[in-house]
């Protein structure tokens, strides 16, 4: 009896023993193979492999730059009349066109007949008392119909040729071309300063 007990722990010794030696060899191949891929970086997706796959640096402010939201752009307009017979009211700007829709009107008591309108930037060269700009399209507007005494008219007048970009400061007066009947000389008038300031 004591024999059979003796053989049965003797077996049971191996059996652990063995299960030991299983486990340890199984550490061993797999500390192995993280030892050997240790280091080795994977590209994220979107970014090419080199520099910029093993900087994490570098990666994060490539992808903060393409998903962080551009800050508003802000448009400041304003107009001002230069005189108590004359109104400029609900200026707005359109950055692409670089126009500037503006309604003007005037009371001098007298119907203005052959209206021409247009934005006379700060600096211009004036020459008694005018500016020297060319008067015609596409920089000058014709009003149709004219301006008639104490009525209001929306006008799109061109500030620039194109897009205005950001950071843009853009100063001067609206001015209008005139007669007060058809074929007598023409007029003057200084009708409003006029600024557009756009930033972020």
């Known amino acids: 009896m004591g ?8 077996v049971s010794a191996r059996l652990v023993f063995s299960s030991i030696i299983v486990v340890l060899l199984i550490a061993l191949v797999v500390g192995l193979s993280l030892a050997i891929n240790k280091g080795q970086v994977l590209p994220l997706l979107g970014v090419n492999g080199g520099a910029a796959a093993t900087s994490p640096v570098t990666t994060v402010a490539a992808y903060a ?3 962080a939201p551009a800050a508003p752009i802000v448009v400041s307009v304003g107009c001002t009349p230069l005189s108590t017979t004359y109104r400029c009211l609900n200026p707005s700007f359109n950055l692409t066109s670089g126009t500037l829709t503006v309604a003007l009107s005037q009371d001098t008591g007298y119907n203005w007949t052959s209206v021409t ?19 015609s399209p596409p920089m000058a507007v014709n009003v149709t119909g004219g301006l008639l005494s104490n009525a209001t008219k929306y006008i799109n007048i061109p500030i620039t040729s194109g897009p205005v970009s950001v950071g843009s400061n853009i100063t001067g007066s609206i001015w209008t071309k005139y007669q ?17 300031v756009v930033y972020r």
């Open 117 to 135: 309108v247009r934005f006379v930037p700060l600096g211009t060269t004036y020459s008694n008392g005018v500016p020297e700009l060319s008067w």
């Open 65 to 67: 730059n393409q998903t």
């Open 180 to 196: 007060l009947q058809v074929g007598e000389g023409v007029s003057y008038a200084n009708m409003s300063s006029a600024r557009i």
């Open 3 to 10: 024999e059979k007990r003796e053989k049965f722990y003797t």
